[in-house]
C-alpha cells in the first residue's frame, strides 16, 4: 500500500525534513509531490561554497540546503514540481529507471517525447527536464527528482557554479542549452496544478492506489524540530571547509570524484571525500580510515580492502580510488 502525503510547505528545509522523518521514522510506504518557494539544493557528498553562485544567492535570497541523497546540486522555485518515492527495498543498487517511469510514461500519454538518459536524467529532445537522486536507510529507500515545468532558467544558470568539466564531459557550452521546461510541449493552457494531478493520479494508476496519509500533530512537530535544528542548520548545510595541500579529482560515467588531503610529513591528517556520486551509506568511516596512514600508495594498496571500498561506492574499486589519490 502506498500513502500520499499532502505538503502545502514551500520551505526547502522543512520539505526535506519531512523526507527525513518519514524515511527514518515510519514504516509506511509514502509518495510526495511538492515544491520549495526559491532555493538551491545541494547533494549530500557536495561542498556547497563551490556550487552556489554567493552573490546571487545573497541578492535574491536563495535558500540553501543539502539532501540526504547524493547527486549534483539543483535549483528549485515555483515553476519546479518535485516528487519523492519512499519504499521498504533490499536492493543494493538505485532503480532510478523504476521510479522516473511513471513521469515519463505520464509526459508521453500527454504527447511529450520523454524519454530516459545518462545516470539519472528525463530528458526530452535531448534537454533535461529531471533530475532523479536516492539514498538507502536500513532496508528503506528514499527516491526523489525534480520535475522542471516552467523555471526561470536565467535563475537557475546563474545561482549555480557549475564545474567545467561536468559542461564539457556532456559535450555542450552551457548548462542553459541542455535544460528546458516541460511546459512548451505540454496541451495548450495546461497549468502546474493540472499537471501535478495527472502525474498523481498516474502514480495511483501504477500502485494500484494511494491512501491519504495526515500527519498528527506530534508528527508535525518532529519534522519541524528536524527542519529547523538540522535542514536549517549552517552546520549541515556548509559543514567545515576542509584544510587541505593535496586535492585530486576525477570525473567518471557515474560522477565526479574530489579527494582532498591535509598531508604532514608524509602522513595524512585528515581527508574529505566531496562529489555528485551516489554512495551507499555514509562516507566518513572511509574519510576517517584516511587519518593517521601514510601518504604512500603501496601501503595503503596494502591496508585498503577492496570489498569495503565498494560498500560506498559500488562503481569505485580500490585500484581506481588509489588511481586518483596519485594521479
Not at 12 to 34: D, R, S, V
Not at 65 to 74: F, I
Not at 256 to 280: H, M, N, P
Request: glycine share 8%.
Amino acid at each position: 500500500m502506498l500513502y500520499y502525503v499532502e505538503n502545502p510547505s514551500l520551505d526547502a528545509a522543512y520539505n526535506l525534513a519531512l523526507e527525513e522523518y518519514l524515511l527514518t521514522g515510519k514504516e509506511q510506504e509514502f509518495f510526495l509531490l511538492w515544491q520549495d518557494r526559491c532555493a538551491i539544493v545541494v547533494g549530500r557528498n557536495q561542498n556547497t561554497e563551490e556550487q552556489i553562485n554567493r552573490q546571487f544567492v545573497q541578492q535574491r535570497g536563495v535558500q540553501v540546503v543539502r539532501r540526504l541523497t547524493g547527486g549534483g546540486a539543483v535549483y528549485h522555485d515555483l515553476g519546479n514540481l518535485n516528487f519523492t518515492f519512499i519504499v521498504n527495498s533490499v536492493e543494493a543498487e538505485f532503480a532510478f529507471a523504476r521510479f522516473a517511469r511513471p513521469l515519463v510514461q505520464y509526459l508521453q500519454s500527454l504527447g511529450v517525447p520523454a524519454g530516459l538518459a545518462g545516470r539519472n536524467d528525463v530528458v526530452i529532445q535531448g534537454k533535461k527536464i529531471s533530475g532523479n537522486a536516492a539514498c538507502h536507510h536500513r532496508g528503506r529507500l528514499l527516491h526523489h527528482g525534480t520535475i522542471m515545468f516552467d523555471v526561470e532558467l536565467d535563475d537557475l544558470v546563474q545561482s549555480l557554479q557549475v564545474d567545467p568539466e561536468k559542461i564539457s564531459s556532456k559535450g555542450v557550452d552551457s548548462v542553459r542549452s541542455r535544460v528546458t521546461n516541460i511546459k512548451p510541449y505540454l496541451p495548450p493552457g495546461m497549468t502546474l496544478e493540472q499537471f501535478r494531478e495527472g502525474l498523481r493520479a498516474r502514480v495511483e494508476e501504477e500502485y494500484g492506489g494511494l491512501v491519504l496519509y495526515r500527519l498528527e500533530a506530534a508528527e508535525l512537530a518532529a519534522v519541524e524540530k528536524l527542519a529547523r535544528e538540522k535542514y536549517a542548520s549552517p552546520a549541515w548545510v556548509y559543514g567545515q571547509s576542509p584544510v587541505y595541500n593535496v586535492r585530486q579529482s576525477h570525473r567518471f560515467p557515474w560522477g565526479q570524484l574530489d579527494l582532498r588531503l591535509q598531508v604532514e610529513e608524509g602522513v595524512i591528517k585528515q581527508c574529505r571525500i566531496f562529489g555528485d556520486f551516489f554512495a551507499r551509506q555514509d562516507l566518513a568511516p572511509l574519510e576517517e580510515w584516511f587519518a593517521g596512514r601514510p601518504f604512500d600508495r603501496p601501503a595503503l594498496e596494502a591496508a585498503l580492502d577492496e570489498t569495503w571500498v565498494c560498500s560506498f561506492l559500488p562503481e569505485l574499486g580500490r585500484e581506481e580510488l588509489l588511481d586518483v589519490l596519485f594521479a
